[in-house]
């Protein structure tokens, strides 16, 4: 390389700076602005040779000689934060400029290069990122809003089971509507107790809000005071409508409970119903549906 190349490149360098200290990015922060000139002159006029932490805390933040870089972070902590201006000024306003002016982790040595076509390609590839970040959150914003409202049609129906129960003690069945024999059959043990039977349908512990997302309960981090515990899956509440309207055929009420709500003297006293799935908290491992006797009836 000729002197006269060499002398171009500096010039180049040290415009590239220039641009930097009077950028947006750097606009106002006098001290890294004062760090960037030091480190590039010392970079430019003595290549290859190292800065001590202690020179740099002395000869440009004005630290005493007795300036001690194991007491004093300021050094570290103004580098640090001039590495990030620069990062974030190459894919911002920077994404046009010939030279790219770093400073690597671990050392105050400041490094000039050529900005590649890759590299300018990333910072692109950078603000297409950002741009299309908006529209990706906006779907998913809207998909825990489809959510929060299923779950909250399953709560209404729920809702709507346990009222139209109370309002028509034959059941939901239409009057004059028989069930086929084979139901009777099957639910004889059910509907011939001196009680209701209990269906106890599975839901599961959330913690969140229906605006802002739900998930499950993790033990692990969430706390159980968070716990949402009054949703339930469309399937566990189509299930308890399908029970309804066959008991009502067999002129025979049911009664629901959450299987959280449930306890051992349910068991002990009720001939009992589960519905739901095994993922979700139910009083014994169970199938998606299944019957089981009150201890003590008849086999």
Known sequence: MSVTDHVAEVELCLLEVERLVNSHMLHGSESLCKLLRYLADHALKHPGVGLKEYQIATEVFGRPADFDPHLDSLVRVQAGRLRSKLSEYYVSEGTEDL???????????????????ATRTISHSHDIEQTTAAPQTHKASLLTISLAVLLGIAIFIVAGLLLTRNSNPAGSANVGERAPAAFRVFWQRFIAGPEEPWVIFSNGAFVGRPETGLRYFNPAQDSRQAILDYYTGVGE???????????????????????????????????????????????????????????????
């Open 237 to 299: 509440v189509l299930a308890v409508y399908d029970l309804d309207h066959v008991f009502g055929q067999l002129h025979r009420e049911i009664r629901v409970k959450r299987g959280s709500l449930f306890s051992l003297d349910d068991a002990q006293n009720n001939n009992l119903i589960f519905v739901g799935s095994p993922a979700e908290p139910l009083p014994s491992p169970a199938a998606p549906l299944f019957c089981a006797r009150a201890p003590g009836a008849d086999a």
């Open 99 to 117: 030279i790219v002016v770093e400073l690597p982790k671990g050392t105050y040595t400041l490094g000039f290069r050529n900005a590649t076509t």
